[in-house]
């Protein structure tokens, strides 16, 4: 059922971009709809960043979005949103209120400051170049985009984390539906293989073996770092005939899909935020398409982890397999 190499590029009518900097370790990650998609968004971590979220709440007007960012450098990074919509405007796309366009660019961020150099942040000028370069070709996984400065595993403390990153995935069923997912994986716990249940980063101890997130937890040991230095932030795209209220029940479900992977999820220290959007064109009822899109998250979950390059000094997932052969 899942597409072998696939990704959220799958999805009709989706493109994405990348921008990132290595020096600095962050960037962000454009999806941008050929036609204007319906959102939703369920928002479960305690201390998230966004931008035009409550603008997707069912009872709110606006209904369709012409993008979405995910982008690092916490707060900061949301000034990236503002690239987005420069160049959308440039090309005329946006929500039509007679005088121009308004493009809506909902998003999200993750806190990668401790990562690399804390001035280095996106912005405006990282997030139009994005949207400007996004289009349906395939992208490499881990390092890339808003992933490129994420960590996991940060309960012993962020010298003892491992590297997460950005991951993708799609599943395409015989009637033409095709869901697609693009997370990036920056959670304060670790993150397990939910078809295994084995652990394939986290927080590691003195002699880099990881360690159990529950123990440390018990034997009061923690050090998460202030609130909303953590977070997993995603979306979820397919082609269903779906409304607003409906898309927003995928993003809450989707969320299933992270709780398989990441222990402990939506603490106080993460501000885990999911996004919902469809392009439309294929009848499918809301359970079978929440049940696939926390099947296509939990897999870009691991995407994210295995696909992952160790730096500066913190080590990956291919780092401990490598030395494990």
């Not at 600095?24 to 479960?44: H, Y």
């Not at 390092?143 to 799609?170: E, P, R, W, Y």
């Not at 992270?258 to 885990?272: N, Q």
Request: aromatic fraction near 4%.
């Amino acid at each position: 059922m899942f597409n072998s190499g696939g990704s959220i590029i799958d999805v009709p009518g989706i493109k994405v971009g990348h921008q990132q900097d290595l020096v600095g370790m962050t960037g962000c990650s454009v999806i941008l709809m050929e036609q204007p998609a319906v959102c939703g968004v369920d928002v479960r971590g305690a201390a998230p960043g966004t931008r035009e979220t409550d603008l997707l709440n069912p009872v709110n007007r606006v209904d369709r979005v012409n993008a979405i960012l995910l982008a690092g450098g916490s707060a900061y990074g949301l000034d990236a949103a503002s690239g987005v919509m420069r160049y959308l405007e440039q090309q005329n796309i946006g929500f039509d209120v007679g005088v121009g366009v308004v493009p809506i660019v909902p998003a999200a961020v993750i806190f990668d400051l401790a990562f690399g150099d804390a001035k280095s942040r996106p912005d405006a000028a990282m997030g139009y170049r994005a949207a400007q370069q996004a289009d349906k070709s395939a992208f490499p996984q881990g390092n890339i985009g808003a992933g490129t400065g994420a960590t996991v595993g940060k309960l012993a403390g962020h010298a003892l984390c491992m590297k997460g990153g950005l991951g993708s995935a799609s599943i395409t069923l015989s009637n033409g539906l095709i869901v697609g997912a693009m997370v990036v994986v920056n959670a304060v716990g670790e993150v397990r293989d939910p078809a295994t249940q084995k652990v394939l980063a986290g927080a590691r101890n003195q002699q880099g073996e990881i360690e159990s997130s529950l123990s440390l937890m018990l034997a009061d040991v923690t050090d998460g770092g202030p609130a909303g230095t953590n977070t997993t932030i995603g979306i979820i795209t397919c082609n269903a005939n779906m409304n607003k209220s409906q898309m927003t029940k995928i993003a809450q479900m989707a969320h299933d899909g992270l709780a398989r992977c990441i222990y402990p999820i939506h603490t106080m220290s993460d501000g885990d935020t999911i996004f919902a959007a469809t392009t439309g064109g294929v009848d499918v009822s809301v359970n079978l398409l929440g049940t696939l899109a926390a099947d296509v998250l939990a897999q870009a979950v691991v995407n994210a982890i295995t696909c992952a390059v160790g730096v500066l000094d913190i080590p990956s997932w291919q780092d401990l397999h490598q030395e494990n052969r």
